[in-house]
């Protein structure tokens, strides 16, 4: 069984920072790829942004030039940093893992971390 400890949300200002982490345990799987996505209220769960095995990211459109993410292979954890926050960004963040275990594929999701950003 895969379990996945997210931290890092918080209450920041508009035009702040925080760094979000995202830790996954276990055994008998490898990991293809992790990243984050974001659901506010009364809307749907959006990719936020997705790193490959061999460190290839993609964000969205939204968020490129803002948000950062980086993994650390050692330590199973990868991490979004997240620059310039806009009121909009508000949402809850949950992370994301892409696995093989016995040659087939599956996902695994985080409980989700709350990030607010104040006008």
């Known amino acids: 069984q895969v379990q996945l400890v997210e931290s890092g949300g918080g209450l920041v200002q508009a035009g702040g920072s925080l760094r979000l982490s995202c830790a996954a345990s276990?055994?008998?799987?490898?990991?293809?790829?992790m990243g984050w996505y974001r659901q506010a209220p009364g809307k749907e769960r959006d990719l936020v942004a997705r790193?490959?095995?061999?460190?290839?990211?993609m964000y969205a459109d939204s968020v490129k030039g803002r948000f950062t993410i980086s993994r650390d292979n050692a330590k199973n954890t990868v991490y979004l940093q997240m620059n310039n926050l806009k009121p909009e960004d508000t949402a809850v963040y949950y992370c994301?893992?892409?696995?093989?275990?016995?040659?087939?594929?599956?996902?695994?999701w985080g409980q989700g971390t709350q990030v607010t950003v104040s006008p």
């Open positions: 276990g055994s008998g799987f490898s990991i293809n790829s």
């Open positions: 994301n893992l892409l696995g093989t275990r016995n040659r087939v594929d599956f996902y695994s």
């Open positions: 790193i490959n095995s061999d460190n290839r990211a």
